[in-house]
């Protein structure tokens, strides 16, 4: 996954937070790191569907 300019593989990921109260969705590595992702400008249906293929990829069941 590329963020910015950042390459974030999905096998570093621990989890993924969405949005809540204004707040952006962010994810959590292995290491600790909290990365924002800065999706609020997409419009509703986007962002939905890139919080829907994050949790698939991260959470492959």
Partial sequence: MRIGRQE???EIIASF???K???EPYLLTKQG???DL???WFRK???LEIEKTLVEKINPS
Wanted: glycine share 12%; aromatic share 6%.
């Fill in 33 to 35: 790191h909290k990365i």
């Fill in 38 to 40: 800065e999706i609020s």
């Fill in 21 to 23: 109260g204004g707040s």
């Fill in 17 to 19: 937070h969405s949005a």
């Fill in 8 to 10: 974030i593989p999905y």
């Fill in 45 to 47: 249906k986007d962002r």
